[in-house]
């Protein structure tokens, strides 16, 4: 496995964990929807979980909630290119595009980007391509069908088999269309096309999916699998997020994608003096 990402003009030391600052700026994502619509907002934004010690931000504007709608080429274009090019001239920093759209990867990449973070992991027509030419590493998640339909009584006979069967399969075609495997990361998509059985199961099992020897990224923050468990909703699920970001961390997982970058921060920092013994300093 890679002991680095090589984002753009920056690199990203994997022999450390990391954590990813999510930065929505859709109306209508699950838990932060609409907050960080106007550029200055989300540079706001953007600044405090710099200055908190993320590693990386990710930039998404579509909305992937169970349910959600849609959004045309344009319309993401006009959401997130303003603030991938913003951000990577104000802060130098790794900038992560979630989208799927292969015209917002290519406009983006040149704006500077540093990674693709694809939740249809390049399935859209002239997503693989399009990612192949940017030369960006890419993020590949697992899931089913479509954010509107995915959640429609999803069924899996072994779902960490198959979750690994599948991101095995989109490696495959990330390979052959001429990446590297020192440009891959996974993702086992927690909440996407998945019952709370389905995800806790799949969390237990987080270790097998090393067998594929690429880095992982865990995405749980705030999600209705922590609020199906302690039956809060979702601006009260601070805690839980935390319990499974250290979890996913000792699990192996080397990028976390957070809301809460200050409080995972503490928890990423206590996680590593257990791991690896306190240095005294004189």
Known sequence: MSAFLQCGKHRLDLSTPHVMGILNITPDSFSDGGQYNSLDAALHRAEEMLAAGASLLDVGGESTRPGAQTVSTQQELDRVAPLVEALVQ???CIVSLDSSTPQVMTECA???????NDVRSLQREGALQAAAQTG???CLMHMRGEPQTMQDAPHYEDVTAEVMQFLQQRTDACLAAGMSRQQIILDPGFGF???????LELF???????????PLLVGVSRKSMIGQVINKPVDE????????????????AS???VHDVVQ???ALQLFQAVQTGWQEHP
């Open 136 to 138: 960006l590493p890419v």
């Open 193 to 199: 096309a998945k019952t709370l059985a389905h995800n």
């Open 237 to 252: 699920r601070l805690a839980g997020s935390l319990a499974l970001a250290v979890m996913a961390l000792e699990r192996g």
């Open 204 to 214: 237990h099992r987080l270790p097998q999916l090393h067998a594929l020897e690429l």
């Open 255 to 257: 990028i976390i994608r």
């Open 264 to 266: 995972t921060m503490d």
């Open 110 to 116: 040149a704006l500077g980007a540093g990674l693709l």
């Open 90 to 92: 104000n802060f130098d």
